[in-house]
């Protein structure tokens, strides 16, 4: 197992793979913070001068970039042979997949804590780099690091059950962009207002707004909002913009690490008793 490590983290920090997507979440928190300031300067006094609505936005588009990471990483290391050259010299399944999920995960880990470490670099000259959230952004810094591991257990898990390099990546990319999609409809549904303004009527040629409020068809309630809420909780996409977005913690905030670490067992699980049983050609 240790000599597995050392040879994917060699193969790792080699390949411009990893570094790319360094340079891309670098730059993604280079434009952020730009942007922040551009807007603290025109909307002044708006609270738009602190970088705490900043450090997790990127964690919302990280998907996309766990995505293509791991569906290239892993799919040109099974197109190379390196699978089936580890499983001559006797190396087993489990620890193989053990391997690239360890690899993987501090891969992505680091293109995280970049961007975070970018956006708060560039606060000091461009902003006011003092956060004022203390506390809403420590606990988010830890539920952003056990959402990122989920993440890429999710994403590991599809890479190694396909063989096909081009299927892995374009799927990994789909899985990516549906979680997200799904998780920001389902954002949509749970803040959907519980009550509506009511049709508003002329009374002596003035429209005058109803002053009964009427129950808005969409707003959810019982079983089906615990079912989302559970879907949004449990689901990366949705932890995604819990945490990158509200900018409050939410009242069960302990289920966010609770809800990665599930997700990443059960995929891991997964995972490697497929990748067990897999027919590697």
């Known amino acids: 197992m240790k000599n597995l490590l ?44 602190r970088p705490d609505g900043l450090l997790f936005i990127g964690l919302t588009y990280f998907l996309i970039t766990v995505a293509a990471f791991d569906g290239l990483f892993i799919g040109a290391e099974h197109a190379d042979g390196t699978w ?43 902003l006011n780099p003092f956060l004022t959230l203390i506390k809403v952004n420590v606990v988010f810094f830890f539920c952003s690091l056990a959402t990122v591991v989920a993440m890429n257990a999710l994403m590991v898990t599809l ?14 990319m789909l899985l990516a ?24 009527t002329v009374v002596n040629g003035v429209l005058m707004p109803s002053p009964e409020p009427v129950p808005n068809p969409k707003y959810l309630t019982g079983a089906k909002r615990a079912f989302f809420q559970f879907l949004h909780e449990f689901l990366p996409g949705g932890q995604a913009i819990t945490i990158g977005m509200t900018g409050e913690l939410p009242a069960n905030v302990w289920r966010l ?18 990748f067990c049983r897999r027919d590697l050609k």
């Not at 190694?160 to 799927?171: D, W």
């Open 177 to 200: 962009i549906g979680l997200m999609m799904g998780g920001m409809a389902i954002y949509q549904m749970l803040c959907a207002p519980e009550f509506l303004s009511g049709p508003a």
């Open 6 to 49: 050392s040879a994917t983290f060699a193969r790792l920090f080699k390949g411009k793979l990893f570094w790319i997507g360094m340079l891309a979440m670098g730059g993604l928190g280079a434009v952020a913070t730009i942007a922040r300031a551009r807007d603290a300067y025109v909307l002044q006094d708006m609270g738009y001068d």
């Open 159 to 172: 890479c190694m059950l396909i063989q096909n390099r081009a299927v892995v990546a374009v799927g990994a």
């Open 257 to 274: 690490p609770v809800f990665s670490a599930l997700l990443t067992l059960l995929s891991t699980l997964g995972g490697a008793w497929g």
């Open 84 to 126: 089936r050259n580890k499983l001559i010299v006797g190396q087993g399944r489990v620890q193989i997949y053990l391997t690239y999920l360890i690899v993987t995960t501090a891969a992505t880990m680091l293109m995280h804590l970049v961007y975070i470490g970018v956006v708060l670099g560039l606060s000091a000259p461009l």
